[in-house]
C-alpha cells in the first residue's frame, strides 16, 4: 500500500521537509503505519502515517525504497550511535538519544538520565512498534530502566491516549544526574518533560564560570540554572510557578552542599513587576520561560510576552550586568528573537552587547531543512 501525494506535498518532500499535511495527501491507507509516499514522480521517501492526523506523512526516509521498518530501526541505531561516545564518557549525565525529526525518527524522543531511559512515542503509526523499539533499545544500551511517558498533550491529536509506564526494569521515584560541577534529582515520573530540560545543559555549565554577589534564575524549574550560579554567586534566587519544581530545587541545593539558594513560588511577570518597583538590583538575571509562542497565531502576543520579562530584566542590572536569556519556541525565529531583544534595550535606554549566542545542545541535532528542528535561542548579553 501506498500513499499519493499533491504536486506541492511532493515539492516538500524533494526539498526534505518530512510533513506532508492531509490536504496534500492524495491517497493513502485506512490504518496508521509506515508506508512509502509517492506523486507522479516516482517513490519519494519513507513515512510514518496517519489519517487522523493533521500531519498526516511524516517522512524518516527521503527516496529510500528499502524496508520502511528496518530502515527506521537503522535510523535508531545510527542515532544511538552517535550519542555512544558521550554516554561512555559521562555515564552519569543526560543526554537526548533521539530528537525526532533531527534524528531522522519524527515524532520519537528518548532521553538518556545516568542509566535510566525516557521514551516518547507521538505519532499512532509508531505506537504498535514501542515493543520493537524498546527491544533495540535494551540491545544497544543495556538500561537500569526504560520508561513509556507519554503524557504529552500533542498524542491527542494522533488519536492516542495519555500514559506513563514502564517498559522495563523498575523506574525508581529519581535519579541523580551529574551536570559540570553539580549534581541534580531529575522526576522521571512526575516532572515535566521527560524529567529535566536537557537541551539547556551546555548553558547552564557555561553559567559556572560567572562570578558575583546576586543572580536570580527566572523560570527555574528545578533550580536548573540556580545550582550553576549558587557555585560563584553569594546569593542566588530560583523563581517559578511550580511548587513542586522549586522544592526539588532547595532538594538539589541540598544534595550540592549549597546554602545560598532561595526559591522562591511566584508568577515571573508579577515577581519582576515587583522587584522593579522596589528597584532591586541583580548582577546576573537568567530567563528561560516556556515556549510562549506554541502556534504562529501567537507570535506577536508571544514577542509582546518576552520583550515585557527582559526589559524588566535589564532595568534590575546594574552597568556590566548578564542578562542570560532564552527563547525555546521555533515559532518566534532567531531573527525575530534578537530584534525583541534589541527593541528591549531599546526601551529600557541600555546599551546591551552581545557576548555569545548560542542554542540548543548538540544532542538537539538542527536539519537546516526543517527550521522546526532549531528552537532553542539562549544570548549572553552584557548590559552596560
Ligand atoms: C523552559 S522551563 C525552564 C527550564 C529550566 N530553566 C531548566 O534549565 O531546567 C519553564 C519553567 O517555567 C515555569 N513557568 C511557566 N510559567 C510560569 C510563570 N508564569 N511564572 C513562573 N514560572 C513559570 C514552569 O514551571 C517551568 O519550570
Same mark, same amino acid.
Given at each position: 500500500? +501506498?500513499?499519493?501525494?499533491?504536486?506541492?506535498?511532493?515539492?516538500?518532500?524533494?526539498?526534505?521537509?518530512?510533513?506532508?499535511?492531509?490536504?496534500?495527501?492524495?491517497?493513502?491507507?485506512?490504518?496508521?503505519?509506515?508506508?512509502?509516499?509517492?506523486?507522479? +514522480?516516482?517513490?519519494?521517501?519513507?513515512?510514518? =502515517?496517519?489519517?487522523?492526523?493533521?500531519?498526516?506523512?511524516?517522512?524518516?526516509?527521503?527516496?529510500?525504497?528499502?524496508?520502511?521498518?528496518?530502515?527506521? &530501526?537503522?535510523?535508531?541505531?545510527?542515532?544511538?550511535?552517535?550519542?555512544?561516545?558521550?554516554?561512555?564518557?559521562?555515564?552519569?549525565?543526560?543526554?537526548?538519544?533521539?530528537?525526532?525529526?533531527?534524528?531522522?525518527?519524527?515524532?520519537?524522543?528518548?532521553? =538518556?538520565?545516568?542509566?535510566?531511559?525516557?521514551?516518547?512515542?507521538?505519532?499512532?503509526?509508531?505506537?504498535?512498534?514501542?515493543?520493537?523499539?524498546?527491544?533495540?533499545?535494551?540491545?544497544?544500551?543495556?538500561?537500569?530502566?526504560?520508561?513509556? +511517558?507519554?503524557?504529552?498533550?500533542?498524542?491527542?491529536?494522533?488519536?492516542?491516549?495519555?500514559?506513563?509506564?514502564?517498559?522495563?526494569?523498575?523506574?525508581?521515584? $529519581?535519579?541523580?544526574?551529574?551536570?559540570?560541577?553539580?549534581?541534580?534529582?531529575?522526576?522521571?515520573?512526575?516532572?515535566?518533560?521527560?524529567?529535566?530540560?536537557?537541551?539547556?545543559?551546555?548553558?547552564?555549565?557555561?553559567?559556572?564560570?560567572?562570578?558575583?554577589?546576586?543572580?536570580?534564575?527566572?523560570?527555574? =524549574?528545578?533550580?536548573?540554572?540556580?545550582?550553576?550560579?549558587?557555585?560563584?554567586?553569594?546569593?542566588?534566587?530560583?523563581?517559578?510557578?511550580?511548587?513542586?519544581?522549586?522544592?526539588?530545587?532547595?532538594?538539589?541545593?541540598?544534595?550540592?552542599?549549597?546554602?545560598?539558594?532561595?526559591?522562591?513560588?511566584?508568577?515571573? $511577570?508579577?515577581?519582576?513587576?515587583?522587584?522593579? +518597583?522596589?528597584?532591586?538590583? =541583580?548582577?546576573?538575571?537568567?530567563?528561560?520561560?516556556?515556549?510562549?509562542?506554541?502556534?504562529?497565531?501567537?507570535?506577536?502576543?508571544?514577542?509582546?510576552?518576552?520583550?515585557?520579562?527582559? &526589559?524588566?530584566?535589564?532595568?534590575?542590572?546594574?552597568?556590566?550586568?548578564?542578562?542570560?536569556?532564552?527563547?525555546?519556541?521555533?515559532?518566534?525565529?532567531?531573527?525575530? $528573537?534578537?530584534?525583541?531583544?534589541?527593541?528591549?534595550?531599546?526601551?529600557?535606554?541600555? @546599551?546591551?552587547?552581545?557576548?555569545?549566542?548560542?542554542?540548543?545542545?548538540?544532542?538537539?541535532?538542527?536539519?537546516?531543512?526543517?527550521?522546526? @528542528?532549531?528552537?532553542?535561542?539562549?544570548?549572553?548579553?552584557?548590559?552596560?
Amino acid at each position: 500500500m +501506498k500513499i499519493r501525494v499533491t504536486s506541492r506535498g511532493a515539492a516538500r518532500l524533494l526539498a526534505h521537509h518530512p510533513w506532508v499535511y492531509r490536504s496534500d495527501v492524495l491517497e493513502g491507507p485506512d490504518r496508521p503505519g509506515l508506508y512509502p509516499v509517492q506523486s507522479d +514522480k516516482g517513490v519519494l521517501g519513507l513515512a510514518l =502515517y496517519n489519517p487522523a492526523s493533521e500531519i498526516t506523512v511524516r517522512v524518516f526516509s527521503f527516496g529510500d525504497t528499502g524496508r520502511p521498518q528496518e530502515v527506521l &530501526l537503522e535510523n535508531l541505531r545510527k542515532a544511538l550511535e552517535r550519542r555512544k561516545a558521550a554516554l561512555a564518557q559521562e555515564p552519569e549525565g543526560a543526554f537526548r538519544l533521539v530528537h525526532a525529526e533531527g534524528d531522522l525518527l519524527p515524532a520519537l524522543v528518548l532521553d =538518556y538520565y545516568a542509566g535510566h531511559g525516557v521514551l516518547q512515542v507521538g505519532s499512532a503509526a509508531l505506537e504498535p512498534l514501542t515493543e520493537t523499539l524498546a527491544e533495540l533499545i535494551q540491545a544497544e544500551l543495556s538500561l537500569q530502566s526504560l520508561l513509556a +511517558k507519554n503524557d504529552q498533550k500533542s498524542r491527542s491529536l494522533e488519536g492516542l491516549p495519555l500514559q506513563i509506564k514502564p517498559l522495563r526494569g523498575s523506574v525508581p521515584p $529519581f535519579v541523580m544526574v551529574r551536570e559540570g560541577a553539580i549534581r541534580y534529582r531529575a522526576d522521571l515520573l512526575e516532572g515535566q518533560k521527560t524529567g529535566a530540560f536537557i537541551d539547556q545543559r551546555d548553558n547552564r555549565i557555561r553559567l559556572q564560570s560567572f562570578r558575583g554577589k546576586t543572580a536570580l534564575d527566572v523560570f527555574s =524549574y528545578h533550580g536548573s540554572f540556580a545550582l550553576h550560579l549558587a557555585l560563584g554567586f553569594e546569593q542566588v534566587i530560583a523563581v517559578d510557578s511550580s511548587a513542586a519544581a522549586l522544592q526539588r530545587a532547595l532538594q538539589n541545593a541540598q544534595a550540592n552542599g549549597l546554602t545560598n539558594l532561595l526559591a522562591q513560588e511566584a508568577n515571573a $511577570f508579577e515577581f519582576l513587576r515587583e522587584q522593579e +518597583k522596589r528597584g532591586s538590583q =541583580y548582577d546576573l538575571i537568567v530567563l528561560d520561560p516556556p515556549a510562549f509562542a506554541k502556534g504562529k497565531r501567537d507570535v506577536e502576543r508571544a514577542y509582546r510576552a518576552y520583550k515585557e520579562i527582559n &526589559l524588566r530584566a535589564m532595568k534590575l542590572l546594574p552597568s556590566g550586568g548578564i542578562l542570560a536569556t532564552a527563547s525555546c519556541s521555533h515559532h518566534l525565529s532567531e531573527p525575530l $528573537f534578537y530584534q525583541m531583544l534589541a527593541e528591549a534595550a531599546a526601551d529600557a535606554h541600555r @546599551t546591551v552587547r552581545v557576548l555569545e549566542k548560542r542554542g540548543q545542545g548538540w544532542d538537539h541535532p538542527v536539519l537546516l531543512n526543517v527550521p522546526e @528542528t532549531y528552537y532553542l535561542k539562549f544570548a549572553l548579553l552584557e548590559v552596560m
